[in-house]
Nanobody, 115 residues
């Protein structure tokens, strides 16, 4: 199983980015899909969560600015990030769990918010 994340980059404060992460291989049926991030010197934190029924949950720091969504047919999860702030700078990781309670991580994509 592989998770391929993309969409990171350098953006000015107030800008937007859209991350995507696609799972391939024998992953079976995906239940939960999440995005985490880890800034330098900080612990990895949960940013957003989407269930198989499209229930979503967000960290307080990103509510109203980030939107998580998924395309089940393509085993892909997205993170639309708007109104980006310098404190959003981090490596963003996708994480998925299938119905067998097996978890997988993507390789991470760097997001840098700076003028």
């Amino acid at each position: 199983v592989q998770l391929q994340a993309s969409g990171g980059g350098l953006v000015q404060p107030g800008g937007s980015l859209r991350l995507s992460c696609t799972a391939s291989g024998s992953i079976f049926s995906i239940a939960v899909m999440r995005w985490y991030r880890q800034a330098p010197g900080k612990e990895r934190e949960l940013v957003a969560h989407i269930s198989s029924g499209s229930y979503t949950n967000y960290a307080d720091s990103v509510k109203g600015r980030f939107t998580i969504s998924r395309d089940n047919a393509k085993n892909t999860v997205f993170l639309q990030m708007n109104s980006l702030k310098p404190e959003d700078t981090a490596v963003y990781y996708c994480n998925v769990w299938n119905i067998r309670a097996q978890g997988y991580w993507g390789q991470g994509t760097q997001v840098t918010v700076s003028s």
